[in-house]
Structures are given as C-alpha cells and as structure tokens.
C-alpha cells in the first residue's frame, strides 16, 4: 500500500510541511477542496520537493468543466514532473446548485461524461488525437495549437481517481477512472461485499482488472500511545461517524450491517442540533466496525489485516505518532 498524510493546506506553511513528510517517508499528501483552492497550496508543494506524489482529495468536478480541470491538472503535474494524483468527485447538489451555480444533472451519468471529456482532451493533447467530443452534457471539439499545452508529454497525463460512495458511482469509476477514492465512512465487509464488486463491473466492460486499478481507502483511525489520548482520539472519531452517519448517501453502509435504524434516530437530532445525543448512539460495535483503534503499532497491524491485497492507497497518520517512530510505521504499513 502506498500511505498518504493530510497536510496543512495553507500555501504560506504547506512547504516545510511537505519536506518534512516526504523525508520521513510517505508516498504522498492529501489536500481537499474546502476552503482553498487546492491547485494552488500543491503548486508550491510540487516546487518544493521532489520524490513525494500530489493528490487532491478530492476537486470538485461539476464547479468546473473538463476542459478547464483538464489544464489545471495538466500544468501542476508538468511542475511536479509527473507526480500528481487528480481525485475527484462530484459533491451533491446543493452546493453545485447554490454555492456554485453550476448545473446538477443525473450525478453518476454527469460524472461518467466528465471523465471520457477529461480523457478524450488528454487524447489530443498527448496522442495528437483529433478533439470531437460530443455527450449529452459535454461537447469538446475545437482545440487551436495556440490553446494547446506547450511542451507536451505523455508522462504529465495524470491519473484520474473518483471519489464514490453507491455502487453506481463506484461502477462508473471501475469503467472511466484509473482508481477510486472511497469515503471513510465504510467498512471492510462493505469494501468487500460492495466496493469491489461494484469496480470489478466496471472495469470488466473496458478489459481491465483490479491490479491495474487504484483503490484508495483512507479508514477513520484513534490513536494513542497513552488511555487519556486514546479516549480523546475515539471520542473525535464517534463525532465524525455520528455526523456521516446522518447522511442518506452512506446509509447503505450501515444497513449492510443492520444498523439502518441508527440513521433513522440520527436525522432528526441532527436537525435539531442536539449533537452530544447523536454521539451517545454509536455504540462500540459500530465504533469498532468502522473505525480502527489502537496503539500506533496495533492500528497499522489491523490496517494491513483488513486491506491488505485490497487497498493499493491509504492514509496514517496523527498527533500521537512519534516521529522518530512513524518511519518504521510506515515501512511496515507498506510491506
């Protein structure tokens, strides 16, 4: 597995950062598309190292359109010599519909054609292939060398991973993307069961298999080296699960389990905003399923008995991680 670390996005601070990260060892930082531009904070990042991989996880696909990510991405990966990793996802409605006034069709569909969009202009600027896309959504099919990329190469054709939680959208993946970033909101029976069906389906149409595909899988994890840090790290961890746990779009995991019920009583103190009630219902069995508790050395042993063969990507990491340890976590994480 390769490991990846969250880093501080802020451009001002992200380059001692990401030096210090790449020389302990990880594979790669994850910066998310929340309040920052996420191009930006990894640009500085690219300059700044030269051997740890870029990944946005995830962009929002549907505020922007594939000709336009298709340049950003192409232009940070050209400064980061081949090193990025493009996540991204389609965010839901609401927020593509009033935060950014753009449009909102059939997600999974949308998405499908985003993706073959970004394919399609990656085709014409690196194979030379002649831009005629036209989908019900998307229409690309006019390229002008004055609005071509200079200094092509194949090698800054980055690799396109979707962020998925149903299986449709997971299908989608399988069939268009080079991987799939899945929600931490899930389990290992559920990426089982679920995920990897879902993938195999999808690239089963295009006649691939699951080796030459990404499947990155970031699990919720409380870690502590003592029980006051330990209890303080699980009690975050219930917060997060009681929070992702009212969302419909997860609900499938929870019924997997039995637990469709839980969602039921979340919703409505959700909407309430009785916050401490929600985090009372996780109980530990549904703590334990879906999170990964422990001692670091415990959490990376557990990691690697749930995923290992399974998940390509993942994430480590934490506050009461030593660092004079987390090298030798991070070997034995990757073996």
């Not at 990880?26 to 991989?53: C, K, M």
């Not at 059939?106 to 014409?124: G, V």
């Not at 149903?166 to 679920?194: N, Q």
């Not at 703590?287 to 995923?307: D, N, Y």
Request: hydrophobic share 40%; glycine share 6%; aromatic share 8%.
């Amino acid at each position: 597995m390769k490991v990846d670390v969250g880093v501080n996005s802020d451009p001002l601070l992200i380059g001692k950062a990401v030096q210090a990260m790449e020389r302990v060892g990880y594979d790669g930082i994850r910066v998310s598309e929340t309040n920052r531009d996420p191009f930006i904070p990894l640009a500085v990042a690219a300059a700044e190292t030269s051997s740890i991989e870029l990944v946005t996880s995830v962009v929002v696909a549907f505020a922007r359109n594939p000709m336009s990510l298709a340049l950003q991405a192409h232009e940070l990966n050209r400064l980061a010599q081949g090193r990025l990793v493009l996540g991204i996802g389609s965010q839901v409605k609401p927020h593509i519909e009033r935060r950014f006034s753009m449009p909102w069709h059939k997600p999974a569909r949308q998405m499908r054609e985003f993706i073959d969009a970004m394919n399609a202009i990656f085709a014409c600027w690196y194979d030379g292939v002649r831009l005629d896309y036209q989908g019900e959504y998307y229409q690309h099919t006019l390229m002008p060398s004055t609005f071509t990329p200079p200094d092509i190469d194949p090698a800054y054709k980055p690799d396109i991973l979707l962020s998925a939680t149903g299986p449709l959208m997971t299908k989608v993946a399988g069939e268009v993307a080079d991987g799939l970033i899945t929600h931490p909101f899930s389990t290992e029976r559920y990426l089982k069961e679920v995920t990897v069906p879902a993938v195999e389906e999808g690239l089963t149409k295009r006649g691939r298999s699951l080796e030459s595909f990404q499947v990155d899988y970031a699990p919720m994890l409380a870690i502590g080296t003592t029980d006051e840090e330990l209890e303080k790290a699980i009690a975050v961890v219930r917060d997060r699960i009681a929070f992702y746990g009212c969302t419909v779009a997860y609900r499938p995991v929870l019924e997997l389990h039995g637990w469709g019920a839980l969602q039921d009583e979340l919703i409505p103190l959700n909407r309430a905003h009785r916050r401490s009630d929600m985090v009372r219902l996780i109980d530990d069995d549904v703590l334990q399923t879906i999170a990964i508790i422990g001692s670091p050395q415990e959490v990376v042993t557990e990691m690697k008995r749930r995923f290992a063969g399974v998940v390509s990507r993942t994430g480590f990491g934490g506050s009461a991680i030593n660092r004079e340890e987390l090298a030798e976590l991070l070997s034995a994480l990757k073996s």
